[in-house]
T-cell receptor, first 114, second 115 residues
Framework: NAGVTQTPKFQVLKTGQSMTLQCAQDMNHEYMSWYRQDPGMGLRLIHYSVGAGITDQGEVPNGYNVSRSTTEDFPLRLLSAAPSQTSVYFCASSYGSGIKGEQYFGPGTRLTVT | AQTVTQSQPEMSVQEAETVTLSCTYDTSESNYYLFWYKQPPSRQMILVIRQEAYKQQNATENRFSVNFQKAAKSFSLKISDSQLGDTAMYFC????????????FGKGTRLHILP
């Protein structure tokens, strides 16, 4: 199993550009989520999904869109990048419904918006 | 709303010493999970230890153990015989099971193990 994969690992965008961060998991997990990590802020939840076709907002959803058309994939779209979105982004997945209680994290994407 | 507080932004200890990282949380739930995650310089998030709130026994994983005080809403991590590879950022986290799997993280404690 590859676990949770994220692409790209690094990205530089100009203000106003759009892009999609890819996330995939091969563990047949129902639950997937996106976090951003900023210095001194811990990890904050952006969006999450409890299954294919179902998504919901987390703590800091503004400026981001998600969709979940398959169990495996959960892409995060930045609609119009802003310098405030410079961050490290993590995708995570779990069995859902509290089973085992553990989330598996991808390696992260470092995004810089200039 | 649940909150997780880590009061020690940064700590340093000598190799082979024992170190305790503090975490408190606030919730009205009776059943939940608590976690400690480790993030080394590689940036990968690694689960260190997990505690289920309904279990009174403190979780232990090799050199890592927790002191779970449910009434006090405290969940500290003890690292025994610390090693250079323990140098990392450590995050305390809270999750309510059986509703959604959202995890709430503390802001982290940066731990330096000194040779």
């Amino acid at each position: 199993n590859a676990g949770v994969t994220q692409t790209p690992k690094f990205q530089v965008l100009k203000t106003g550009q759009s892009m999609t961060l890819q996330c995939a998991q091969d563990m047949n997990h129902e639950y997937m989520s996106w976090y951003r990590q900023d210095p001194g802020m811990g990890l904050r939840l952006i969006h999450y999904s409890v299954g294919a076709g179902i998504t919901d907002q987390g703590e800091v959803p503004n400026g981001y869109n998600v969709s979940r058309s398959t169990t495996e994939d959960f892409p995060l779209r930045l609609l119009s990048a802003a310098p405030s979105q410079t961050s490290v982004y993590f995708c995570a997945s779990s069995y859902g419904s509290g089973i085992k209680g553990e989330q598996y994290f991808g390696p992260g994407t470092r995004l810089t918006v200039t | 709303a649940q909150t997780v507080t880590q009061s020690q932004p940064e700590m340093s200890v000598q190799e082979a010493e024992t170190v305790t990282l503090s975490c408190t949380y606030d919730t009205s739930e009776s059943n939940y999970y608590l976690f400690w995650y480790k993030q080394p310089p590689s940036r990968q998030m690694i689960l260190v230890i997990r505690q289920e709130a309904y279990k009174q026994q403190n979780a232990t994983e090799n050199r890592f153990s927790v002191n779970f005080q449910k009434a006090a809403k405290s969940f500290s991590l003890k690292i025994s015989d610390s090693q250079l590879g323990d140098t990392a950022m450590y995050f305390c986290a809270f999750m309510k099971p059986y509703r959604d799997d959202k995890i709430i993280f503390g802001k982290g404690t940066r731990l330096h193990i000194l040779p």
